[in-house]
């Protein structure tokens, strides 16, 4: 039974210092500071700009379903009516489209141009290589064919060979 424990701890040890979980943990960590930045960046900017068409806070924006919406001013509660908010939806789609924009053009793109740069060189590299190997065989083959014209022979013969006689005797 102990061996069971310390294998499953072995296990989770091992599964614990594998580099994509320690990497997937380090970007949940700055995922979350970035989500931050983010949403004071809607609250504080993008919310008063939308705001300066109608009301200060983009989340304020709502309509009324059924019935006149009154809400007590001291807990911001809805008393009556069905209250749609549809500014707070507005908010956090705003949210998302920055996030993923500045994701995009600040992460993958620049990642993507990287991979692609990496992806040329190195096929360039393995160009110069392959290119290499053929101009060595052809090399060869101008050794082996300068070879046999020097001993007299056609080529295709094994050296010592008689010319005269044929491959099944």
């Known amino acids: 039974m102990c061996e069971k424990k310390v294998s499953l701890l072995e296990g989770f040890?091992?599964?614990?210092m594998?580099?994509?979980?320690?990497?997937?943990?380090?970007?949940?960590v700055i995922g979350a500071a970035f989500t931050q930045i983010v949403n004071s960046i809607v609250k504080g900017?993008?919310?008063?700009?939308?705001?300066s068409f109608g009301t200060k806070d983009l989340e304020s924006y709502s309509?009324?379903?059924?019935?006149?919406?009154?809400?007590?001013?001291?807990t911001g509660?809805?008393?009556?009516?069905?209250?749609?908010?549809?500014?707070?939806?507005?908010?956090a789609t705003l949210?998302?489209?920055?996030t993923a924009a500045v994701v995009y053009f600040l992460m993958v793109l620049p990642m993507a141009k990287y991979l692609a740069k990496r992806a040329a060189m190195q096929a360039a590299k393995e160009g110069v290589q392959e290119?290499?190997?053929?101009?060595?065989l052809e090399v060869l083959k101008e050794i082996r064919d300068a070879l046999v014209s020097q001993r007299g022979g056609p080529a295709g013969e094994a050296p010592g060979q008689d010319p005269g006689r044929g491959h099944d005797q």
């Open 131 to 136: 290119t290499l190997e053929v101009s060595e």
């Open 13 to 16: 040890k091992a599964f614990l």
């Open 45 to 51: 900017v993008i919310n008063p700009l939308v705001g």
């Open 95 to 98: 949210s998302f489209l920055i």
């Open 77 to 91: 509660e809805a008393t009556e009516g069905i209250r749609i908010l549809w500014g707070s939806v507005l908010s």
């Open 63 to 74: 309509s009324c379903l059924k019935g006149p919406c009154i809400t007590d001013p001291k």
């Open 18 to 28: 594998r580099g994509n979980v320690i990497d997937l943990a380090v970007a949940v």
